[in-house]
């Protein structure tokens, strides 16, 4: 069974939204269906422009497939909380629509929790998973702060090995576990000196090549965190807390589409 959790999310002038968590009971290797394929059921809109008004700006579903437009910073959301779990999804980039210098950006969101909006007005405490190009697989703690004020008690480690440009980069082989002090941990082969400029990838990018499907992987168990793109594992973070919460595809002003959006209990 799937770990209970409550979440209430709103924040000040957004309608507010109840979330529970799923808690039916699972099989090893059961389905979670938290999309259909055919519209925005079981899932809602969270922008910084329009909290949750006007969602179909943002996001629409057309033949299995989810896009998130260029218009606006924000996410859409599971209306439930999960943990143990295998999500497993395909990605790709749309239309560039606006000048742009910097590469191309979105991300997943994994254990969402407290208010929407809590980081920024635009974003809820989460791990993100870096989609960003040149970037994929990256780990990005985002901490928002409750209804209190308070910064919400997130955290999590990663064994990192530091590279020659000083940058923290998953090793599982001879890494130091190293919990978040601010920084993003990168993936194991994000290049060094990278600079993220529109369109343009590292020397060892797992992501497939502009106008193709990225898959990418998620496997939630328990407290740990690892992440594939294209079947290949690049990152993981342990000790993980919370370790359950929504899930939330991120868009930050790049069309982008996501397909074959699957998950499956571990426990």
């Not at 770990?3 to 709103?10: E, G, I, Q």
């Not at 938290?34 to 422009?49: C, P, R």
């Not at 996001?59 to 218009?71: F, K, M, P, Q």
Request: charged letters at 25%; one cysteine or more; aromatic letters at 10%.
């Amino acid at each position: 069974m799937l770990t209970r959790l409550a979440l209430v999310s709103c924040i000040v002038g957004f309608a507010p939204v109840v979330s529970t968590a799923d808690d039916a009971p699972r099989k090893l290797g059961e389905e979670i269906p938290i999309f259909n394929g055919k519209d925005l059921a079981g899932l809602y809109v969270l922008t910084e422009e329009n909290g949750h008004e006007k969602p179909d700006t943002f996001a629409s579903v057309s033949n299995g497939v989810l896009r998130i437009s260029d218009e606006g910073m924000g996410y859409v959301a599971t209306d439930k909380a999960y943990s143990d779990y295998h999500l497993s999804f395909e990605y790709k980039w749309g239309e560039l629509k606006k000048p742009s210098k910097y590469v191309r950006n979105s991300g997943l969101l994994l254990h969402g929790h407290g208010p929407d909006g809590a980081a920024g007005g635009r974003w809820i405490s989460s791990v993100e998973c870096q989609l960003a190009q040149g970037c994929e697989g990256d780990f990005i703690l985002i901490r928002g702060k409750g209804e209190d004020g308070k910064t919400l008690d997130s955290t999590l480690s990663s064994y990192v090995s530091i590279g020659d440009d000083k940058r923290p980069r998953w090793d599982p082989k001879d890494g130091k576990l190293t919990k978040y002090s601010g920084r993003q941990f990168w993936w194991n082969d994000h290049q060094v000196g990278f600079k993220e400029l529109i369109d343009t990838r590292g020397s060892s990018d797992r992501a497939s090549p502009l106008g193709e499907w990225t898959k990418v992987e998620a496997i939630c168990d328990g407290d740990k965190i690892t992440i594939k793109i294209n079947d290949h594992t690049v990152n993981e973070a342990v000790k993980v807390s919370p370790a359950s919460g929504k899930i939330c595809f991120q868009g930050e002003g790049y069309e982008v589409f996501f397909r074959n959006i699957r998950m499956h209990a571990l426990k």
